[in-house]
T-cell receptor, first 112, second 111 residues
Framework: GNSVTQMEGPVTLSEEAFLTINCTYTATGYPSLFWYVQYPGEGLQLLLK?????DKGSNKGFEATYRKETTSFHLEKGSVQVSDSAVYFC???????????FGSGTRLQVQP | DSGVTQTPKHLITATGQRVTLRCSPRSGDLSVYWYQQSLDQGLQFLIH???????AKGNILERFSAQQFPDLHSELNLSSLELGDSALYFC??????????FGSGTQLSVL
């Protein structure tokens, strides 16, 4: 079956530091890949997505590239802010299946 | 604001009881998904409805059931509750494609 593996958190960074959150996946087909973010007390929000190999999703300074050869979709940001503190979820959706399979989430804490 | 409304926000009940969680999707969205978020299991897909019909089932227990009504709102029914059912239950909706819009969740505490 499908699965998503994320690095364990929490990840604690100082403001303006570089962020990488690792995500790898297992899927039988050619899935679409997503990053969702959950701020405290809120539901998940789509951050970015990529639908095929070598696609790069980007939004709000965050980027992730769909790497089929390494089955990865790592999230990066060049300079994090305190307001980026949240839980980040990597997810996949296989063609024809609308339901998303989520990773366990990685909590990011950015200190001023 | 995602446009997805879940009620109630918090629910405290006892073991053995039955509860109903309600979800109103975004206007125009035909798909409703239910997810359970707990510390030990992470975010687990429970069930998907599309325009009133069940489309997919995930890790949903037999004690749980859901339905989507003609006005497209959905209800998740949890019965014979156990301590382990304590979790945050999310509803999400979409019109098509894979972008889901999540509600803010219902926090269920079973005592």
């Amino acid at each position: 079956g499908n699965s998503v593996t994320q690095m364990e958190g929490p990840v604690t960074l100082s403001e303006e530091a570089f962020l990488t959150i690792n995500c790898t996946y297992t899927a039988t087909g050619y899935p679409s890949l997503f990053w969702y973010v959950q701020y405290p007390g809120e539901g998940l929000q789509l951050l970015l997505k990529a639908t095929k190999a070598d696609d790069k999703g980007s939004n709000k300074g965050f980027e992730a590239t769909y790497r089929k050869e390494t089955t990865s979709f790592h999230l990066e940001k060049g300079s994090v802010q305190v307001s980026d503190s949240a839980v980040y979820f990597c997810a996949l959706s296989e063609a024809g299946r609308r339901a998303l399979t989520f990773g366990s989430g990685t909590r990011l804490q950015v200190q001023p | 604001d995602s446009g997805v409304t879940q009620t109630p926000k918090h629910l405290i009940t006892a073991t053995g009881q039955r509860v109903t969680l309600r979800c109103s999707p975004r206007s125009g969205d035909l798909s409703v998904y239910w997810y359970q978020q707990s510390l030990d299991q992470g975010l687990q897909f429970l069930i998907h409805y599309y325009n009133g019909e069940e489309r997919a089932k995930g890790n949903i227990l037999e004690r749980f059931s859901a339905q989507q009504f003609p006005d497209l709102h959905s209800e998740l029914n949890l019965s014979s509750l156990e301590l382990g059912d304590s979790a945050l239950y999310f509803c999400a909706s979409s019109v098509e494609g894979e972008k889901l819009f999540f509600g803010s969740g219902t926090q269920l505490s079973v005592l």
